[in-house]
Structures are given as structure tokens and as C-alpha cells.
Nanobody, 115 residues
Framework: VQLVESGGGLVQPGGSLRLSCAASGFTFGNYYMSWVRQAPGKGPEWVSQISGRSSTSTVDSVNGRFMTSRDNGKNTLYLQMNNLVPEDTARYFC??????????WGQGTQVTVSL
């Protein structure tokens, strides 16, 4: 199993980024997937979850600004982030949920929101 995030970078407040998570080594569409972020000096924060059929849930702090989607044909998970604020600065990880716990994680991609 491998999860590889990409798409992070430096963006100004109000800007947008789209993160991707390329999955391999398992039947991607059979699993819930999540985005989790960790800001400097803070613990991990769950951001969103998406089922194999693309039913989503999102943490309140980003609801309306972030959208999670997936393409099961491309084995890829996405996080579209709009109207970014400095508080969104964090390392963003994708993770696979096996029905009990998050069992595989990517290495993460850094998002920095700053002037």
C-alpha cells in the first residue's frame, strides 16, 4: 500500500490549492479515505472523510471552503481548498480507513498560507 500526496505549497490568504493523494497497492474504491492535517506545534486534526461512493463529511472549520472528492478510476483522492487562511497552514496527510482505524498514511504535503 502506498499513498503519495502532492499539490502543497505557499499561497496567499484567500488563495486556493488542490491537493492530490495517489493511492496504489489496494482496491482504492473499497475504502473510506480521509485528509488529516497537523499544524506546527499542534496535534493532528481530522479534516474530512469520503466513502467509496463519495459521501463526504468535513470538519466545521473548513466546511464551505474545502471540498473532498475522489476518482476511483484514477485511484486518487483530492482536497480542493479555497479561501485559504493562515490558520490552514499545516502538513496535510491522506490516510486510509480500514473500518476500524487509519492503517496507512502518506508522507504529507506542506501547505503554507502567508503574505
Amino acid at each position: 500500500v502506498q499513498l503519495v500526496e502532492s499539490g502543497g505549497g505557499l499561497v496567499q490568504p484567500g488563495g486556493s490549492l488542490r491537493l492530490s493523494c495517489a493511492a496504489s497497492g489496494f482496491t482504492f474504491g473499497n475504502y473510506y479515505m480521509s485528509w488529516v492535517r497537523q499544524a506546527p506545534g499542534k496535534g493532528p486534526e481530522w479534516v474530512s472523510q469520503i466513502s467509496g461512493r463519495s459521501s463526504t463529511s468535513t470538519v466545521d472549520s473548513v466546511n464551505g471552503r474545502f471540498m473532498t472528492s475522489r476518482d476511483n478510476g484514477k485511484n486518487t483522492l483530492y482536497l480542493q481548498m479555497n479561501n485559504l487562511v493562515p490558520e490552514d497552514t499545516a502538513r496535510y496527510f491522506c490516510a486510509r480507513h480500514n473500518g476500524f482505524t487509519y492503517d496507512y498514511w502518506g508522507q504529507g504535503t506542506q501547505v503554507t498560507v502567508s503574505l
